[in-house]
């Protein structure tokens, strides 16, 4: 196997000795390829270096590869040592403190110390062949894995639900890709460049993300954003306002001014800058209504260093979501308050989303929805009969009867009913009481699950379903639930559902839902789902948009993150008022966007 690497690796022309620059290769190394000898030699020197270390990525690497050399030939680098060094000096999305900024200065410094060498020795070239590596071990963990330290993150959240009383669930997911699967594609591909990409996640839009990473990286460096002066009141269209030039440059950076760009530095809030605010507004999910009030300034107002360290922190919870691919999927974010409908990566419809309150968090997971279930009962959890239900219950044991919540002896929808008058209430006010009866609601359109739920077994006992509580859905932040989804168009998501599931009949699932018999749908396609929280992320529009920290995670995770960045104060009051709606619908009256298309 060591031989058939040593072929593949000669063969795909990897072992010849690209240099910093054409003329110091001609002049220094010459431009043969390495010899078969040089291999063998080097890997005797290599396997026993390897062996003698305690540092368990190299152990892998090298194992994998048989304790072949990568980056080093007889004359010098190698084609990836050169491409690689090449990708991680330029990739600008890499910080100072990181360990592969410090392990490339290392690794360069010791290239040149063998340059002046004429070479250098075997030992010399082996060392620098495992300094190399380590590099590369670092870099392909930073793009595989990312800097959150996921560990204090669940502890915090642990302490939280064991205070709180309430459920902060989190997956957090292993990367399918390693180092050495990585490199060995790369290898297979003959290029590192092709290969390194493989390392990144091609889902939630990370690619897109990234290039915005990028885009604020450049606009830092530049020194082009601008800090907006003191402020108060608010400013209204046609007004002039002496903060309004630093507005629009910074509005003209994230490319929410377009073209309109007018005058920069007049002071008049035209009509261009309002659709522009609006815009900019719309993307950070705050009533769209154009008013520059004290919200809308402090968002305008955030550092770019703070948006790039946001933007930094949710490309590495993508990289810990599931990534796994189908023909159709759906992915809810839970602080944009929106559930995607995907087919092929073209986007079928938005559903607008009320998630679980800050104490009753909706969990970050990912699983298959395998049945739909119409008219469907509530089984009500006990934490919300001692929370919620119990003071009315000792008041009067019928409250609840009379709002079509009865009382069984077990979860069996068809098991024997209980009087609830026959019960002692008081019995179960203490905190360690165990109610042994079940509530639950029966179908209605007065039930709590509305009319449609969709089951995706899961160790949190959480699901999508239908509500009879519509006007919550025109709030900007949509934050009311118990930890379950409710959807504002469950009839169009079980539309969707019916393109690639022939056993649901619509027209007849339409009917049933005019009475109240419960049906239970099985899919025979799965329909995957994934539960994600990104407070930075691209829109299915190529927007990129900010959210509010709904439930403080990135507080959290900014506390103990790997990469020393700093805090993010990204925060706007919670409106209770209509956002603007978009008139914008496609063929079937869906809405398609709440932001401005580019």
């Not at 250098?120 to 070239?125: I, T, V």
């Not at 590369?136 to 669940?154: C, H, Q």
């Not at 934490?383 to 009865?406: A, C, F, N, Q």
């Not at 930890?483 to 009949?505: H, V």
């Amino acid at each position: 196997m060591r031989q058939f690497i040593r072929v593949l690796l000669v063969g795909c022309g990897v072992l010849f000795f690209v240099s910093a620059s054409a003329a110091a290769q001609q002049h220094i190394w010459g431009s043969g390829s390495s010899s078969i000898d040089f291999i063998d030699d080097a890997s005797v020197v290599l396997e026993k270096r390897v062996k003698q270390s305690k540092e368990k990525s190299l152990k892998k690497l090298y194992a994998d590869l048989f304790y072949t050399p990568v980056w080093v030939g007889e004359k010098g680098l190698t084609h990836f040592g050169n491409e690689m060094l090449e990708v991680i000096g330029g990739d600008k999305t890499l910080l100072p403190q990181m360990q592969s900024h410090a392990l490339y200065a290392k690794a360069s410094e010791m290239l040149k110390g063998l340059e002046t060498k004429s070479g250098g020795s075997l030992e010399e070239k082996v060392a620098l062949e495992l300094a190399l590596s380590r590099l590369y071990a670092s870099y392909a963990d930073y793009l595989i894995y990312g800097g959150i330290n996921w560990r204090a993150f669940k502890s915090k959240l642990a302490s939280l639900k064991k205070a709180l009383e309430a459920d902060f669930g989190w997956v957090v997911y292993t990367p399918k890709r390693t180092a050495s699967s990585v490199l060995m594609d790369a290898i297979a591909l003959n290029s590192f460049k092709k290969g390194i990409q493989k390392a990144e996640p091609t889902r939630f839009n990370y690619a897109k993300l990234k290039k915005y990473l990028l885009k604020y990286i450049d606009i830092q460096e530049r020194g082009a954003w601008k800090k907006l002066p003191a402020f108060s009141g608010k400013i209204t269209g046609g007004k002039s306002n002496r903060a309004i030039p630093a507005i629009r440059n910074n509005l003209a950076l994230e490319g929410d001014l377009g073209a309109c760009r007018g005058e920069m530095n007049a002071t008049v809030y035209d009509k261009c800058l309002v659709k522009a605010v609006k815009r900019f507004q719309l993307r950070n999910g705050i009533k769209a209504d154009g008013v520059i009030g004290k919200s809308t300034y402090a968002l305008v107002d955030t550092p770019v260093a703070k948006k790039i360290t946001l933007i930094r922190m949710n490309l590495d919870r993508i990289k810990r979501f599931r990534q796994e691919e189908s023909k159709v999927r759906m992915e809810l974010n839970i602080p944009a308050f929106r559930l995607n409908i995907f087919d092929h990566n073209k986007l079928l419809d938005t559903i607008r989303v009320i998630t679980g309150k800050p104490n009753h968090p909706t969990p970050v997971f990912g699983n298959k929805v395998q049945y739909i279930v119409v008219n469907p009962w509530w089984k009500i959890p006990e934490s919300i009969v001692k929370k919620e239900m119990l003071r009315h219950l000792i008041k009067d044991p019928y409250y609840y009867e009379r709002r079509g919540k009865i009382l069984k002896a077990t979860w069996d929808e068809n098991s024997e009913r209980i009087d609830p008058g026959s019960i002692n209430w008081s019995d179960y006010a203490s905190k360690s009481a165990h109610i042994p009866y079940r509530f639950m609601q029966v179908p209605s359109r007065r039930n709590a699950l509305g009319k449609i739920k969709f089951i995706f077994p899961n160790q949190f006992a959480v699901y999508i379903h239908d509500t009879p509580s519509k006007k919550l859905f025109f709030r900007t932040e949509r934050a009311f639930s118990h930890g379950c989804m409710r959807i504002q168009k469950p009839r169009e998501l079980l539309k969707a559902f019916s393109l690639y599931n022939d056993n649901i009949d619509v027209e007849g699932i339409m009917k049933r839902l005019q009475g109240t018999e419960k049906k239970i749908i099985n899919l025979e396609h799965k329909i995957p789902v994934d539960i994600t929280y990104l407070t930075a992320f691209v829109d299915p529009y190529g927007n990129l948009n900010f959210r509010k920290d709904v439930y403080r995670y990135d507080k959290y995770t900014l506390k103990t993150y790997d990469y020393t960045v700093h805090s993010v104060m990204h925060k706007a009051p919670q409106s209770k008022s209509k956002p603007k709606k978009n008139n914008k619908k496609d063929k079937d009256g869906y809405q398609i966007s709440e932001v401005y298309p580019n």
